[in-house]
């Protein structure tokens, strides 16, 4: 008998090809596409082509609609997290919280062992323990988004893409016919806001914040912002304001409906707590162990450092200053190749 795996179809190219992949690996599998967000029309539009391609490859397929869990999981976060100052990243609260939550529902119910998606990250064994690993396409790595998920569900996770680059996904669609299928544009940012800037999708939802006052990191006022909902840690542009030198927002106090704003040299830090942490294996965690901290899918890493807190926290000692740290933004820990963990930046 056939090893049953559950895939998440989303009509694109990465789970189209992994679909493939997976059959030609010995897989039975069962295609399931989520509904998140979008009205009707939207949806059958975007998994058009999933269904189309399930009914080639002769796989069964399904469309579960979770839109209204998701806007109450994910979107409200989202929505709160700008409020309360903070810059959210909602792949990092939707993939334990929503998506893998939710696969793990439809493999029972369809009776799979195993689910599976279309990202580049990879599982591997180690100690007799199942860890991420990234992606050999260091362009389309996609393990930063996949700290969440704990040490039980990556004994049933499979990765089919991690092996391979962007490029050979896409030859290899063409080489079995989905021509089309291999040119098909990549969707990028955030999913559900649908290409707009993220200040437009809160104000379709009604979300305003009040104006105030932008300050000096001695609390000296220097003009009027337009609402915290606004405006992110690290901003530069679009701050509405001459110094006759650059300055960049430093910090975001909701309390007091306070902008900080300083020079770029301010923003350097050695030190950041975190909140929510998840290690596939925390006894591993040790405060003299060198780990490789990435806190920007498009930016580099940097050494640092972990000490284990009480209540899933930590504190994290950076070996090198770093700028552009925002509270609600994610913290991912490398060894190497291999994912250790995360959590969210609190400080």
């Known amino acids: 008998m056939k090893p049953r795996v559950l895939l998440g179809m989303s009509g694109g190219v990465d789970s189209s090809v992994a679909a493939m992949i997976l059959q030609e690996k010995g897989y039975e599998v069962t295609g399931i596409s989520f509904r998140f967000f979008g009205n009707d029309t939207e949806s059958e539009q975007q998994f058009n082509d999933a269904r189309q391609l399930a009914k080639k490859l002769k796989i069964s397929h399904s469309i579960v609609d979770l839109r209204q869990e998701f806007y109450q999981k994910i979107i409200t976060y989202f929505i709160d997290e700008y409020k309360a100052g903070r810059t959210p990243f909602p792949c990092a609260k939707c993939n334990p919280e929503m998506k893998f939550s939710a696969f793990e529902k439809y493999a029972e119910i369809n009776s ?43 004994q049933k996770l499979v990765l089919p893409l991690g092996e391979f680059t962007k490029t050979k996904i896409r030859r290899f669609a063409a080489e079995k016919g989905f021509l089309p299928l291999s040119v098909k544009k990549d969707s990028l940012g955030i999913c559900f806001t649908d290409g707009t800037d993220y200040r437009d999708f809160l104000k379709s939802l009604g979300v305003f914040s009040e104006p105030g006052n932008f300050v000096n990191p001695k609390g000296e006022i220097l003009g009027q912002h337009l609402g915290i909902t606004n405006y992110t840690v690290g901003q530069r542009r ?46 591993e965690i040790k405060p003299d162990v060198i780990y490789n901290l990435k806190m920007h899918y498009r930016r580099g890493l940097t050494p640092c450092s972990l000490n284990i807190l009480e209540e899933g926290r930590a504190e994290v000692h950076l070996l090198k200053p770093e700028a552009m740290i925002a509270k609600g933004q994610t913290a991912v820990f490398y060894d190497g190749a291999r994912l250790v963990g995360g959590g969210f930046i609190e400080w």
Not at 128 to 153: A, E, H, R, T
Not at 239 to 262: K, M, Q, Y
Request: aromatic share 14%; with cysteine.
């Open 112 to 154: 799979c062992d195993f689910i599976s998606t279309g990202h580049y990250a990879q599982i591997k064994q180690m100690n007799d323990k199942s860890f991420i690993y990234k992606g050999v396409d260091p362009d389309k790595d996609q393990s930063f988004f996949l700290w969440g998920l704990n040490s039980s569900l990556l």
């Open 238 to 283: 679009g701050l509405g304001i001459n110094l006759n030198f650059p300055v960049f927002v430093a910090e975001i106090r909701p309390d007091v409906n306070e902008i900080v704003l300083s020079e770029y040299q301010s923003l350097y830090r050695t030190k950041v707590r975190i909140k929510g942490v998840q290690f596939a294996d925390i006894q």
